[in-house]
């Protein structure tokens, strides 16, 4: 059936409600992304913050451990040692007493021959040590005659090697022309290895270096590692379980290099200009990557693609929540609008019904009381037959009137219920006497089995008198083809209730409609096609009533045909107060 104008219009705000909010959906889904992409770069340049600060103050701390063993030019050998070993004692008495374990002091004679001493904090002199094949290319080139001005030289200034771990500083001294020694060019005729203490770097120093960067543990947002660049084994980690394993992978890498000229830890090297011009400096070397640490920094909240992502699925999930939200709020809105619309209708088709049902009696009431009023009756058999009339309308418009009063009670919830004794087979008996003239004249047989041990039940004998009464009247009045009514009362095998079968022989009711028939003012397509008088209030008065008892009420199909509306009301034991 077409919708009428009137119908439509919800239907319409819902499609434009629709069509907006999927166009909502779309501009906050681009929207969202535009947040990640601009949160992810945010982020990004934070970390890279984080590590560059953490590398600069670790690269700061152990140039300042080289830069303490700096010496200018111009010491003879003898001198040189021993300016080391004070040197290595005045740093024993700093705070940071632990980071240098000793020094390696590699020299090589005017003949080219490279010699190795090494001393510790607990030494006083110089010992010769053997090359370790670690530093055989620092031997080789010493012996070469290196100036350390190659970018990939290993005497340059702040140059780090690994095994022994130390930061290497060459030994400046005036270059030879021929016989005489031309004052205006240095050359590198050794170096040193300021040893550092690995355990004491992993264990003191850098935890220091991160909690200053970075803030304490358990506030930090940012972990860090120092991982061996050769096979990325991790020499130090803040913390783990978030940046620790073999082979971990940072969201920024950084390779730990000196804040001058050379690539390695260290301040800014410079070899001193003598005589000449003193402001003429050879063109700085490239950079070069060879630091044999990395830092990598990871966000605590997992990788960096996965936090990103994690935010941008948290804001699509709230925009679209909220989506969610206001479409099931339109959608409500227009089923509200709907069910509003659909009860004013039936609210309407109840007082158009009402009126029909009170004009009938009334009009029967008034044309029998104007003919005795008119003397037209006056045999004393037809007088008999005019009362007669008079009382059956004036009860069916009593009942009428007590039907849409017990609605409105139920409709306020001022409707009360007294719980007394009593026996249903006596409320049968009455409700059959009550409507036995109307089944009669309806040509309807009633027919009636009660069990001889009902047990009693406890209510309001009045109420649910009316219940059976609407059962029974709507089952003659929408049955009436059949001919037959059946009810049966009897009690549940466990003892727990009673059960009323009130049956019929009629075209039965659909299953799509058996729970419809109980909603007020609900009338059948049925009841609607053959114009069966009524108001819809019969069934819903009766649910109402039994469930205000604690039972239930239900339609089930009568084997042979038919329907059967079967009620279940509680025993006292089981029945609520």
């Given at each position: 059936?077409?919708l009428r104008s009137r119908?439509?219009?919800?239907w319409?705000v819902?499609?434009?409600l629709t069509v907006l909010l999927?166009v909502?959906?779309?501009?906050q889904?681009?929207w969202?992304?535009e947040?990640?992409r601009a949160a992810?770069e945010?982020?990004?340049?934070?970390?890279?913050?984080?590590a560059?600060r953490v590398?600069?103050?670790?690269?700061?701390?152990?140039?300042?451990a080289?830069?303490?063993?700096?010496?200018?030019v111009g010491?003879?050998?003898?001198?040189r040692r021993?300016f080391l070993?004070e040197?290595?004692?005045e740093w024993?008495?700093?705070?940071?007493?632990?980071l240098?374990?000793?020094l390696?002091?590699?020299t090589?004679?005017r003949?080219?021959?490279?010699?190795?001493e090494?001393t510790h904090?607990?030494d006083?002199?110089?010992h010769?040590?053997?090359?370790p094949?670690?530093l055989r290319g620092?031997?080789?080139?010493?012996?070469?005659?290196?100036h350390g001005?190659?970018?990939?030289?290993?005497?340059r200034?702040?140059?780090?090697?690994?095994k022994p771990l130390?930061?290497?500083?060459?030994l400046?001294?005036a270059a030879e022309?021929?016989?005489?020694?031309d004052?205006?060019?240095?050359?590198?005729?050794?170096?040193v290895v300021?040893?550092?203490?690995e355990?004491y770097?992993r264990e003191?120093l850098?935890?220091?270096v991160v909690?200053?960067?970075?803030?304490?543990?358990?506030?930090r947002?940012v972990?860090v590692?120092l991982?061996?660049?050769e096979?990325?084994?991790?020499?130090?980690?803040?913390d783990?379980?978030?940046?620790?394993?073999?082979?971990?992978?940072g969201?920024?890498?950084?390779p730990l290099?000196g804040r001058?000229r050379g690539?390695g830890f260290?301040?800014?090297f410079?070899?001193?200009?003598q005589?000449?011009?003193a402001?003429?400096r050879?063109?700085?070397p490239?950079?070069?990557?060879?630091?044999?640490?990395?830092l990598?920094?990871?966000?605590r909240g997992?990788t960096f693609?996965a936090a990103?992502a994690?935010v941008?699925?948290?804001?699509l999930a709230?925009?679209?929540?909220?989506?969610?939200?206001?479409?099931a709020?339109a959608?409500?809105l227009?089923?509200s609008?709907q069910?509003?619309?659909r009860?004013?209708r039936q609210q309407?088709e109840?007082v158009?019904?009402?009126?029909h049902?009170?004009?009938?009696?009334?009009a029967?009431?008034?044309?029998?009381g104007q003919?005795?009023?008119?003397g037209?009756?006056?045999?004393?058999?037809?007088?008999r037959r005019?009362?007669?009339?008079?009382?059956?309308?004036g009860?069916?418009?009593?009942?009428?009137?007590?039907?849409?009063?017990?609605?409105a009670g139920i409709?306020?919830?001022?409707?009360a219920y007294?719980k007394e004794?009593l026996?249903?087979?006596?409320?049968?008996?009455?409700?059959?006497?009550?409507?036995r003239l109307?089944l009669?004249?309806?040509?309807?047989?009633?027919?009636?089995e009660?069990?001889?041990d009902?047990?009693?039940?406890?209510?309001?004998a009045?109420?649910?008198?009316?219940?059976?009464?609407n059962l029974?009247?709507n089952?003659?009045?929408f049955?009436a083809t059949g001919?037959?009514?059946?009810?049966?009362?009897?009690?549940?095998p466990?003892?727990?209730?009673?059960?009323?079968?009130?049956?019929?022989?009629?075209?039965?009711?659909?299953?799509?409609?058996?729970?419809?028939v109980?909603?007020?003012f609900?009338?059948?397509p049925?009841?609607e096609?053959?114009?069966?008088p009524g108001?819809?209030l019969?069934l819903s008065l009766v649910?109402?009533v039994?469930?205000?008892?604690?039972?239930s009420v239900?339609?089930?199909?009568?084997d042979?045909g038919g329907?059967?509306l079967?009620?279940?009301?509680?025993t006292?034991s089981?029945?609520?107060a």
């Amino acid at each position: 059936m077409p919708l009428r104008s009137r119908d439509r219009g919800p239907w319409l705000v819902l499609s434009v409600l629709t069509v907006l909010l999927v166009v909502l959906g779309f501009l906050q889904y681009q929207w969202t992304r535009e947040i990640g992409r601009a949160a992810a770069e945010r982020r990004q340049a934070d970390l890279q913050r984080a590590a560059r600060r953490v590398a600069g103050a670790i690269e700061r701390d152990l140039g300042q451990a080289a830069i303490a063993f700096f010496g200018d030019v111009g010491p003879p050998p003898l001198d040189r040692r021993a300016f080391l070993i004070e040197r290595l004692q005045e740093w024993q008495e700093r705070d940071r007493a632990g980071l240098v374990s000793g020094l390696l002091l590699a020299t090589r004679t005017r003949s080219g021959q490279v010699g190795l001493e090494e001393t510790h904090t607990s030494d006083d002199a110089f010992h010769a040590v053997a090359w370790p094949d670690e530093l055989r290319g620092l031997a080789d080139e010493l012996a070469a005659g290196g100036h350390g001005a190659r970018p990939d030289s290993l005497v340059r200034p702040g140059a780090v090697v690994e095994k022994p771990l130390g930061v290497v500083l060459p030994l400046f001294g005036a270059a030879e022309t021929g016989a005489a020694q031309d004052p205006r060019r240095l050359s590198i005729d050794g170096v040193v290895v300021v040893l550092l203490d690995e355990a004491y770097l992993r264990e003191r120093l850098l935890p220091r270096v991160v909690e200053a960067m970075l803030g304490p543990a358990p506030t930090r947002v940012v972990e860090v590692a120092l991982l061996r660049r050769e096979d990325r084994v991790v020499f130090y980690a803040s913390d783990p379980a978030v940046v620790g394993g073999d082979t971990q992978n940072g969201d920024v890498e950084l390779p730990l290099r000196g804040r001058g000229r050379g690539p390695g830890f260290g301040p800014d090297f410079d070899p001193p200009p003598q005589g000449g011009d003193a402001t003429r400096r050879d063109p700085p070397p490239p950079p070069r990557n060879d630091s044999p640490w990395l830092l990598v920094a990871r966000h605590r909240g997992g990788t960096f693609e996965a936090a990103v992502a994690s935010v941008q699925r948290r804001n699509l999930a709230t925009g679209f929540g909220v989506l969610a939200l206001l479409a099931a709020t339109a959608l409500v809105l227009v089923a509200s609008a709907q069910r509003a619309r659909r009860l004013a209708r039936q609210q309407l088709e109840f007082v158009t019904g009402v009126t029909h049902e009170l004009n009938t009696p009334l009009a029967a009431i008034r044309s029998a009381g104007q003919n005795l009023a008119a003397g037209i009756v006056t045999e004393p058999a037809q007088v008999r037959r005019y009362g007669e009339l008079l009382d059956k309308e004036g009860a069916r418009l009593a009942a009428l009137v007590a039907q849409v009063l017990d609605f409105a009670g139920i409709e306020s919830g001022g409707r009360a219920y007294l719980k007394e004794p009593l026996s249903l087979a006596s409320l049968l008996d009455e409700v059959v006497r009550d409507n036995r003239l109307v089944l009669e004249q309806a040509g309807i047989a009633l027919e009636r089995e009660v069990a001889p041990d009902l047990p009693e039940l406890r209510g309001d004998a009045p109420a649910l008198r009316r219940a059976i009464a609407n059962l029974v009247t709507n089952a003659a009045k929408f049955a009436a083809t059949g001919r037959w009514i059946g009810i049966r009362a009897t009690a549940r095998p466990d003892g727990r209730a009673v059960v009323l079968r009130v049956e019929d022989r009629g075209p039965g009711i659909p299953r799509e409609e058996r729970e419809r028939v109980f909603e007020p003012f609900y009338r059948g397509p049925a009841a609607e096609r053959n114009a069966t008088p009524g108001s819809g209030l019969g069934l819903s008065l009766v649910r109402h009533v039994v469930r205000a008892h604690g039972g239930s009420v239900r339609v089930e199909p009568r084997d042979g045909g038919g329907a059967a509306l079967v009620v279940e009301l509680p025993t006292p034991s089981v029945a609520p107060a």
